[in-house]
């Protein structure tokens, strides 16, 4: 198993497929942290005043004092963690376009050492994409947001966390979703349509029918992991709001935390560790079955 390990990651290293993932993944997960470390620098002008005190009161802290650097670095390394995806896309749809999943099968004892081998490489690539997400994304809101509004040692770590388990999973949820659809172009179009578009614009739709469709789907799932924390540091969460908070300014806040909908990061995690394994394991079977001639 070493040995097909190594020869995976000689496989990517040999491709520049990982390196120019990097500059749109550094670019997004900069910007985006940028911009919103300077929204919510202010966020209690941002969200309302009588919103915000609600929140504060409920965490008995004053408003300008909470972590607001929390929701930056959410919005940077959730967007971003689009990337990992699209590069898990490659692992087998990429070998099939290429065709050098056959060498990859062939020189492997058995399939299922291949695959198990290429699943441990893109797990540890994602964490990889996610150390990386996670460091520029916490330089951009060192520099935009007050010394008092950023997150406390243990926020840090949690975010840091969250972010690696995040991109480990939607790694291998690219990877999954790539060999069920077999064709990279269609896999990759699909894969940014929903994430940025089909899934937000349901999520708006249907808000005032359920606010759930933000923690059960998969894009929403997977922004609910760092998403939640910082919405748990704030009591934004779906479980957490106070009944005085009305629906639409419950979007708002937790559309800040980049999580409209999540339950918890935990629960987020789970949620999206499900749609991970229903898509893996489906790639999995179809390429035991799948010719490679």
């Known amino acids: 198993m070493g040995r097909l390990i190594k020869a995976e990651f000689r496989k990517t290293l040999s491709l520049n497929t ?110 990889l994409y996610g150390l990386l997400s996670f460091a520029v994304a916490a330089l951009a809101t060192v520099v935009t947001v007050n010394g008092d509004r950023l997150p406390s040692g ?37 894969l940014i349509g929903w994430f940025l578009l089909v899934e937000n614009v349901l999520l708006v739709a249907l808000w005032n029918t359920s606010d759930i469709f933000g923690a059960i789907l998969p894009n929403g799932a997977a922004n609910g992991i760092v998403g939640g924390i910082a919405a748990d540091a704030f009591g934004i969460s779906s479980l957490n709001l106070p009944g005085d908070v009305e629906h639409w300014d419950k979007l708002g806040l937790q559309l800040a935390a980049g999580a409209p909908g999540v339950i918890s990061w935990w629960a987020a995690a789970l949620v999206f560790l499900a749609w991970t394994v229903m898509f893996f394991a489906a790639g999995w079977a179809s390429n035991q079955r799948r010719d490679i001639t």
């Open 154 to 190: 243990g926020e840090w770590l949690a975010a840091l966390g969250g972010t690696v388990l995040a991109y480990a999973l939607v790694t291998l949820f690219g990877i999954g979703f790539g060999a069920v659809l077999n064709r990279v172009v269609l896999a990759v179009i699909l």
């Open 18 to 127: 990982w390196w120019i993932l990097i500059i749109p993944l550094v670019l997004v997960a900069f910007w985006m942290s940028f911009v919103w470390g300077r929204i919510t620098n202010d966020f209690a002008d941002y969200i309302g005043s009588g919103t915000a005190r609600i929140i504060a009161g409920q965490a008995g802290v004053s408003a300008d004092a909470l972590p607001v650097g929390l929701l930056s670095i959410a919005h940077g390394v959730n967007i971003a963690q689009l990337i990992p995806a699209i590069f898990g896309v490659f692992a087998l749809a990429g070998e099939y376009s290429s065709r050098t999943i056959t060498t990859t099968f062939l020189t492997a004892p058995n399939r299922v050492s291949a695959l198990t081998a290429k699943m441990i490489t893109y797990l540890l690539w994602g964490a």
